[in-house]
């Protein structure tokens, strides 16, 4: 026991810790001035929708920061890890409700704005919208990292510079821009890549923020309730992380599946074409679970396909489609 003391007190020393007072202060928008704190949020939420959509729009990585630092909806998610810690109910419910309509209204501007892309194909070669519409695990070990980070930063007083830090770490608003813009273009596959990655980053946020506002004790703080159920709640968020999890570690290991195979099946098809002159191939382009080898020949002529089909058979699995495009609409199954 004194060993944890010890250690928590090193995380969060008694000197630099805030009180639960403080943070609630800091994280709940209907305590204290309300009015001021909506205000300010709807405000500065819509000015960060409308620059993150504007950054997503000109793929512009450094606009989409300056929408990050400014966004203000880190400051309801952790609000729901607060009151979880504390017991309070209501805390957690005005902060869900204030989540939901900061969500709406940055889909709702990322819908308007979608009128001013030319073609759905052009989101798919920006970046902005790439990086954000198939996340994966390592996003969500990112996300729990910063929400450490964020949890230290409200607990210590020596820790609040880190905040814009934080915030630029955490991917929220710019996701939220995507869903909007993707699904006012009717690309709702990728919508819904976006909208999980915002919603792994909330729970991430929510569990390590919990953990830190359970580390700095507030849940024994005076005003923190004695007879909530907190298990209850504990075990609500945990199976949301799992539901969140799973799909983020199914598409990591797709990925990087797919990944290898395209290195073997490129190499396959070089070392099949080494004695053709004139002959290249280009690359491998995935749909769905169908490989396609794009080359070329001098006279339009592949070799047999034998060695091909042997060398394919053994770096990929046989449910795995692969064909050979030489071009003009001309494609050759090889498995």
Same mark, same amino acid.
């Given at each position: ?134 996340? &994966? ?22 820790? &609040? ?175």
């Amino acid at each position: 026991m004194a060993t944890l003391s010890e250690m928590m007190q090193a995380l969060i020393p008694a000197t630099q810790r805030q009180t639960a007072a403080e943070v609630t202060e800091a994280l709940d928008l209907g305590s204290g001035d309300r009015a001021g704190k909506r205000s300010g949020f709807l405000i500065m939420l819509t000015l960060a929708g409308i620059i993150a959509i504007a950054g997503v729009l000109t793929d512009s990585t450094a606009t989409v920061i300056g929408a990050m630092i400014i966004a203000p909806l880190g400051t309801p998610i952790l609000g729901i890890g607060l009151g979880i810690v504390r017991g309070h109910l209501s805390l957690v419910v005005r902060s869900i409700l204030w989540v939901l309509l900061g969500v709406a209204i940055v889909i709702v501007l990322g819908l308007a704005f979608s009128v001013f892309v030319s073609t759905p194909e052009s989101l798919e070669t920006n970046s902005q919208v790439v990086g954000r519409t198939s996340p &994966s695990f390592m996003d969500l070990v990112a996300a729990l990292a910063t929400g450490f980070a964020g949890g230290f930063a409200m607990c210590r007083k020596d820790l &609040s510079a880190i905040l814009p830090g934080v915030a630029i770490a955490i991917s929220l608003v710019p996701p939220l821009g995507v869903v909007g813009v993707c699904a006012g273009q009717g690309l709702w596959t990728d919508a819904v890549g976006a909208l999980w990655l915002f919603l792994s980053n909330v729970v991430a946020l929510v569990i390590a923020g919990s953990i830190v506002f359970t580390l700095a004790g507030y849940a024994r703080d005076p005003g923190s309730s004695r007879v909530a159920n907190r298990r209850r709640a504990y075990t609500i968020v945990t199976l949301l992380a799992v539901v969140i999890t799973i799909p983020l570690v199914v598409n990591s290991v797709v990925s990087v599946a797919l990944a290898r195979w395209s290195v073997g099946i490129q190499d396959a098809a070089t070392q099949w074409l080494d004695d053709e002159e004139g002959a290249r191939v280009y690359g491998v382009d995935w749909s769905g679970a169908t490989a396609t080898i794009e080359v070329t020949t001098e006279d339009g002529e592949t070799p047999p396909l034998d060695e091909l089909q042997k060398a394919v058979a053994a770096v990929v699995p046989s449910f795995v489609g692969v064909v050979v495009d030489v071009g003009q609409s001309v494609e050759i199954p090889v498995q």
